[in-house]
């Protein structure tokens, strides 16, 4: 039986990411080659990625996960990508089914993953995640990132896209610390691409939107039933909401006191 079997380049953009990455590292060995793209990590992240035979790490100023993603893509030296995040892990089943998609003849140009959400080492089963799914495979001639979306990336694909039945691993929350940063920051640069797109802060969504993302994922979406993590969890992403539109209020003034000073 002749293998059509193609070689794969997994990537990953990382920043303080000591503690996951070696078991996102660990889980990704057969791809042909490792990719990591640094936004200058003070944990040691780069140290340890550095030494690593299997890696080839090159560190880059972080302006967006976008401009970061884009940037990685076009270091990959194959066609089929598998990109990943560095607190995310390729079961043993999931890297047989990837093995199996990167083909020449493969029905699909891109595949989305199911994920299954880790909090700490424990599953979280609810909490508006149930249904949550991203693209992780695809061909990079195939596909590019929408320059728009400045975070939570947005993958154009140019052709049929298929999904895998196994799922992968994300150990989406280390700490508390750690969570509350990602969703500030998240805050700020959804903050960024809305001011971008002329959207305006209005008093209503600072209060509605952020009452409204923990209602929805901890009544509607079942959060109330992963317990304590639940709260957690929709609380920090409430938060980020809270902090996104208080972010495009900032934005707005700064904006005005520009506008009113060219004309001074």
């Not at 700490?120 to 149930?130: E, H, I, P």
């Not at 989406?172 to 610390?177: F, H, I, L, R």
């Not at 959804?190 to 901890?218: G, I, M, T």
Request: charged fraction near 30%.
């Amino acid at each position: 039986m002749i293998d059509k079997s193609e070689k794969i380049s997994a990537l990953i953009i990382t920043y303080n990411e000591m503690g996951y990455i070696e078991k996102c590292i660990d889980s990704i060995q057969f791809a042909d080659e490792i990719i990591v793209v640094d936004s200058y990590s003070t944990d040691g992240t780069y140290e340890y990625l550095n030494n690593h035979p299997k890696v080839r790490v090159i560190q880059n100023e972080f302006d967006n996960y976008t401009a970061q993603k884009s940037f990685a893509l076009k270091q990959a030296s194959h066609d089929w990508i598998l990109f990943l995040d560095a607190d995310e892990v390729v079961t043993d089943k999931l890297r047989n089914e990837i093995k199996c998609k990167a083909k020449k003849d493969s029905e699909h140009c891109a595949y989305w993953f199911y994920r299954k959400f880790m909090f700490k080492n424990s599953r979280l089963r609810f909490s508006g995640w149930q249904t949550d799914k991203n693209y992780r495979l695809f061909r990079k001639s195939k596909a590019q990132f929408c320059k728009e979306k400045i975070v939570h990336e947005t993958l154009i694909v140019k052709g049929t896209s298929g999904i895998l039945k196994q799922k992968l691993m994300h150990f989406c929350y280390k700490n508390y610390e750690d969570y509350k940063f990602k969703m500030l920051r998240y805050g700020r640069l959804k903050a960024k691409e809305a001011h971008q797109k002329n959207k305006k802060f209005n008093y209503l969504l600072l209060v509605f939107k952020p009452f409204w993302k923990f209602f929805n994922h901890y009544i509607i979406r079942l959060g109330i039933l992963d317990g304590k993590k639940g709260i957690t969890i929709c609380y920090l992403n409430a938060l980020g909401d809270f902090e996104r539109y208080k972010e495009l209020k900032r934005l707005g003034k700064k904006e005005k006191m520009a506008y009113f000073l060219v004309k001074s």
